[in-house]
């Protein structure tokens, strides 16, 4: 039924939004009330289509990385043989992971965020969905990114005026992580601009939209995410120039820097202590680094250690415990490098997955940036920015081990990939004329067949 689909569609955008605003979604209550929200979705999901007669799924190669990790995962807590007796104790488990119970825990994140990915593929199936998507990721950004500015003056320290904690930003326990979400819902409107898929009348908002996003994620004060930005924006530099005259890409270069300049202008004016201040303050202090640098190096005698199996998915407090050259009154639970970390974690086989993945998103990105429909590239080369940006702040920090973050990771990846469709209402260029062009269907393949009732259909890649 179209009001199933169509309300598992509008779930799933709600979803990204609550995450966001319940802390990030990084405490267990949220975290069980996501599992628990996700199930019923996928019932749902799988109730529609009993009713329709069949089960509509994508068939994206994208989405194995993601399952695959989950179930390598659970390889890893399976026991083989028991550890010998310590101090009288004995029987214990011998497994691949250091730390079982997080490891499965962090297998079922995974499969719930699969089911997430999943869903999202599935549910955006014609080209009006992609704009819903768009202008939710629009607007919710911008209004979160004034939340966070007028919250970082009346209450700095707590979150909501409530939740107390070191280094707030919006309704995130930490700066880091408001800075990947922003540096996300800004790159995909800026992408649209910058590609000149943006209708006139609605320019004006796009471009208020992004200085106040930049404002907010400057005055976040982080680091990563101010360099991620910075990549974001020459990743679009090099998807659209090359598509432009002489004229076209200086007006385009002078846009872009009046628009930055507005931003950094914006927030030096509004006060308080931005990531170009950090930036200063860490030169003057000649500590680039703040102890990144010591865990990174910790890190790589964890990986040495644990080849080539890993020490466990989510298990990488306690397989960096032993190597710890600290004083030890804080305890490393991430390596502050996802990169570092998969390979602490998952060894030879979690780079695999890895390495899987992040070729299929460059194939993505450099397929789905050239698509013929103006709308649909714009979108593309924002979706593909943000989706960049966090994967360069993740170089720096452990920003998708936050839901909300990989929530929205997840949205711009699934419009990455839409964009790269065509629709059957696909027929209108950005200032509302019809396009008459031809256009190929999505393929469609049932899997099996009981009389008049097709069980299931993919949508193609």
Known sequence: MKILNSSIFVSLCVIVAIATLA???????????????????????????????????????????????AIYAFIQTIPFGHIADIAGVGGIPRTLSLSPFDTTMAALHMLVLAVFFGLMLATVDRAKRIEKIVNFVLIFGFAYAFFAILQSFLSPTRIYGVLERLSPFGSFVNRHNFAAFIEM?????LGMLMSGAVRRDRKLFYITAVVWMGIALLMSGSRGGLVAMLAAVGLIFVLT?????????????????????????????????????RFAETAEAGDVTTDRLQIWTVTLRVISANLPFGAG??????????????NGLSRVEQAHNDYLEVLANAGLIGAVIAGAFLYLVFTAIRKNTRVENGFRRGVAVGAAAGVFAVLVHSLFDFVLHTTAVTLMFITLLSLLIASGRQYDDDVRDMDGRPQHRRRRKASVTPLESQGNVRIGRGIDQ
């Open 23 to 69: 802390y990030g979604t990084v405490h267990q209550p949220t975290l069980a009330l996501f599992y628990l929200v996700m199930t019923a979705i996928a019932l749902i999901w799988l109730a529609a289509g009993l009713i329709n007669g069949e089960v509509v799924f994508s068939r994206h190669f994208i989405q194995l990385p993601l399952i695959a990790g």
């Open 185 to 189: 819902t800004i790159a995909l409107p």
């Open 241 to 277: 120039t090359s598509a432009h005259g002489k004229k076209k890409k200086l007006i385009l270069i002078g846009v872009t820097a009046v628009t930055i300049a507005v931003i950094v202008s914006g927030a030096i004016m509004i006060g308080g202590e931005t990531s170009l201040s």
């Open 313 to 326: 998915i989510g298990a990488f407090g306690q397989a960096y415990t032993p190597f710890d050259t600290s």
